[in-house]
């Protein structure tokens, strides 16, 4: 018996460490893979490094290079990359361990701009603090958004899916508020940049018709973006993906007992990840979706 138990710890050994690709170091991904290090580290047979990177696309590559075992990935970018990359990205090479929190889509446009395909008319009269009607995405086919870091992705998707054709501008979050074209910014709700961006006055979110998305890409989720606009409180429907903690999938199938370990550990602790007041605030949103069932079209570890 001793003799197995050795056999086995050598082999859990030789596969090597759990290496979580997260995102940058001050970021909600980040600190989500350090509480579930903290919560799920003992009942998994190998140990986790939590690894910053570029987000969600660097994670997706990092399975693919070795460089991850595992990563924090937008289901957005999940799909996009299934469907423009499938030798790298596919059911059979990646799996889902778990489901996270949503993120909401944040499309911000100058107040009282207008695409320049409008034709001089204005989509809707904007008044502070009023509901907004819902905005169609194809009104800003061609026009060039803006973004940064991780929301570029998102950014990416939503024109690919929509055959939106945006040409993406690369800005910082300095150079935001001095910005005169749309830019998409996709985050935990409050988004911080976001919050800057309407205090100055300059900038309004749109309203996103989320039956108009669904019918052509179900992935996105139906939410609201709630901020103080004027004083006022101000609820704007959107849209809204899920991040993901993906695996590689290995051949070997005692390869993927850690992963399913994984994602039952987190299973267990949802709840107290939720209201344990040292972890990442957006675990309240993963906790939210586990209750719904919240999943997407893919293969999860362990099903």
């Not at 190998?46 to 924090?72: A, C, H, R, T, Y």
Request: net charge positive; aromatic share 8%; hydrophobic share 40%.
């Amino acid at each position: 018996m001793k003799k197995l138990l050795l056999i086995s710890a050598l082999v859990a050994m030789a596969f090597g460490d759990i290496k979580l690709g997260t995102g940058s170091t001050s970021g909600n991904y980040y600190k989500m893979s350090k509480d579930i290090k903290s919560y799920c580290q003992s009942s998994v047979s190998e140990d986790i490094q939590v690894l910053p990177s570029e987000g969600s696309l660097d994670n997706l590559q990092g399975l693919g290079n070795k460089k991850f075992s595992m990563g924090i990935v937008q289901s957005d970018a999940l799909l996009m990359m299934a469907k423009t990359n499938p030798s790298t990205v596919n059911l059979n090479l990646i799996k889902i361990v778990e489901g996270l929190h949503t993120e909401t889509l944040h499309l911000m446009v100058p107040i009282n701009y207008q695409p320049p395909t409008s034709g001089g008319s204005m989509w809707d009269k904007y008044v502070v603090g009023q509901k907004p009607k819902p905005v169609n995405l194809s009104s800003l086919k061609g026009q060039v958004v803006s973004s940064w870091g991780g929301s570029l992705v998102s950014a990416k998707a939503l024109s690919y899916f929509f055959g939106l054709n945006w040409k993406l501008n690369t800005i910082t979050e300095a150079q935001a508020e001095n910005t005169n074209t749309p830019i998409l910014l996709v985050g935990g709700q409050p988004y911080p940049a976001v919050e800057k961006l309407l205090a100055t006055g300059k900038f309004r979110l749109l309203s996103i018709d989320y039956n108009a998305i669904a019918s052509v890409a179900p992935m996105y989720q139906k939410v609201s973006a709630s901020y103080r606009v004027g004083g006022k409180q101000q609820t704007v429907p959107t849209i809204g993906i899920q991040a993901l903690l993906v695996g590689k999938a290995f051949k070997n199938e005692d390869r993927n007992k850690p992963a399913i370990a994984l994602g039952q550990c987190l299973k267990k602790n949802i709840a107290d990840l939720s209201d344990d007041s040292s972890t990442s605030p957006v675990w309240q949103s993963a906790y939210e979706n586990t209750k719904k069932n919240q999943l997407i079209n893919w293969t999860y570890f362990g099903k």
